[in-house]
């Protein structure tokens, strides 16, 4: 089972849509886990060319007037076309192969950015200032601790929980805020993690155009540009697509 067989499935009607993303994310979740592998196909090699294009320069030569053709021993002949003769096959399974493995790299590579981003060390300062000479360290290289905003931000992405349900907790809890901790956040590389993580949900409800889901797809992507708006975010790509 592949991406495009689940889409087509969805399309015309075979699996509903929970079922598709449930599909979908095993399918994806397999992938990485190594229990899905990524195999090439291998098409069939195209003709050769140059052998046909220089056997009939030969035939051209011979049929002049006054070219008389040299015979030539068989094998000699045979031992010519085998040194013209490229292993194309060896190299179109060499290059699809090269292909899959730069395709499953880049899919590693984009389901585990979130993770990698959101890895942020927390220090225990309290113990830090008990060691020696840690009140002589210059001001720079003391830890940063995450005020409320940045922490509520990081607690929400790794919950990774994206129902009408917890947006709303979010945002309620965004309000309970004072200015300067939301202002702190909104100035944090947590800011950026979550406006990344919403334009991420926003393209896959953009997704859901084609497959049929018009309305729905609409109201979901509504749904997430006004939680960015209410969380202080401004971002260019978090736009409402309405056409597929």
């Not at 096959?89 to 090269?98: C, D, I, K, V």
């Not at 947006?167 to 309970?176: G, K």
């Not at 155009?209 to 939680?227: A, M, P």
């Amino acid at each position: 089972m592949t991406l495009r067989n689940l889409a087509k499935d969805y399309a015309n009607g075979v699996i509903g849509p929970q079922a598709y993303r449930k599909a979908r994310n095993d399918l994806i979740e397999g992938i990485l886990s190594g229990r899905i592998k990524v195999s090439a196909h291998d098409f069939q090699a195209p003709l050769n060319l140059q052998r046909i294009e220089s056997e009939a320069d030969i035939t051209a030569f011979r049929g002049k007037p006054g070219n008389k053709a040299t015979p030539k021993p068989v094998a000699a002949k045979q031992e010519t076309r085998e040194e013209v003769t490229p292993p194309t096959s060896f190299t179109n399974r060499g290059l699809l192969a090269g292909i899959a493995i730069i395709i499953a790299c880049l899919v590693i590579l984009v389901a585990l950015y979130p993770f990698t981003r959101q890895k942020t060390p927390i220090f225990d300062t309290a113990s830090e200032s008990t060691m020696p000479g840690a009140g002589n360290q210059p001001e720079s290289q003391q830890p940063v601790v995450p005020g409320a905003g940045e922490i509520l931000i990081k607690q929400f992405l790794q919950q990774n929980d994206w129902t009408d349900e917890n947006l709303q907790q979010f945002s309620n809890q965004w309000q309970e805020l004072s200015a300067g901790e939301q202002d702190a956040a909104l100035s944090s590389p947590a800011r950026t993690q979550l406006a990344n993580a919403i334009h991420r949900k926003l393209v896959e409800e953009q997704v859901m155009l084609s497959l049929g889901e018009l309305q729905k797809s609409i109201d979901r992507q509504t749904v997430l540009i006004n939680f960015a708006r209410q969380a202080g975010i401004s971002d260019p790509r978090l736009i409402l697509k309405e056409t597929p």
